[in-house]
């Protein structure tokens, strides 16, 4: 009898994978690859998100000075000399200083030892007012200086430039500390005050009249 070969033969779809599953149909597959590339978008929005909510604040940050930055100040007393006043010295003074500011640009005023109805402080280091005393010898080639209707004269110290009025009936010193420049803008309220206290009056030096 002849033999009879068997062949074996593949009953599986063509389309079948070699582990026996379907292959993905093709209109599946690009459905599949559209929805991911859908959601990954999404996915990075979601991990943003929870990144930003997880992670710390940033720190605040450090404001930078200004010109308006109050500088720290002391508060106590400025010692100051009282020296007796004649009656009408006295008397202008106590009304230049009922009328002083509480503050000279970013300096405020502090409390003095001694003479608080004709003496002032600002600031630290203090800028002090003196009303009252004598006026200065003006050397006759030494400058004036007119500030707000008011004449003043500049005497300069290793730590301060002192100014006084030399065109009012009695005289008021400012001493402006080396730590604040161009002492004549200091003095421009200070200026407003004597106009409106202390009337002019006295030996006026020529510079002063122009």
């Known amino acids: 009898m002849d033999k009879i ?97 509480d503050s000279i640009r970013d300096l405020r005023q502090r409390p003095v030892t001694a003479g608080a109805e004709q003496n002032a402080a600002y600031g630290d280091p203090a800028l002090i007012v003196a009303c009252g005393g004598a006026e200065p010898a003006i050397p006759a080639t ?5 500030v707000n209707k008011v004449c003043w004269y500049a005497a300069e110290q290793d730590d301060a430039t002192v100014l006084t009025t030399v065109d009012r009936e009695t005289a008021v010193t400012v001493r402006v500390p080396r730590t604040y420049d161009q002492p004549l803008q200091w003095v421009s ?21 122009a």
Do not use: H, K, Y
Not at 189 to 209: L, N
């Open 5 to 101: 070969t068997t062949t074996e033969v593949d009953e599986r779809p063509d389309d079948a994978a070699p582990d026996g599953r379907r292959g993905a149909n093709p209109s599946n597959r690009r459905a599949a690859l559209i929805a991911t590339l859908v959601a990954l978008p999404i996915t990075l929005v979601v991990a943003g998100i929870t990144f930003a909510q997880l992670s710390p604040d940033d720190p605040a940050p450090t404001p930078s000075p200004s010109a308006s930055t109050t500088r720290a100040q002391s508060t106590a007393p400025v010692e100051m000399a009282a020296p007796a006043l004649a009656t009408r010295p006295a008397t202008l003074c106590r009304a230049l200083l009922s009328q002083m500011p």
């Open 142 to 146: 030494s400058d004036v200086w007119t």
């Open 189 to 209: 309220p200070i200026s407003d005050t004597i106009v409106a206290s202390v009337p002019s009056g006295g030996d006026i030096p020529a510079g002063c009249r």
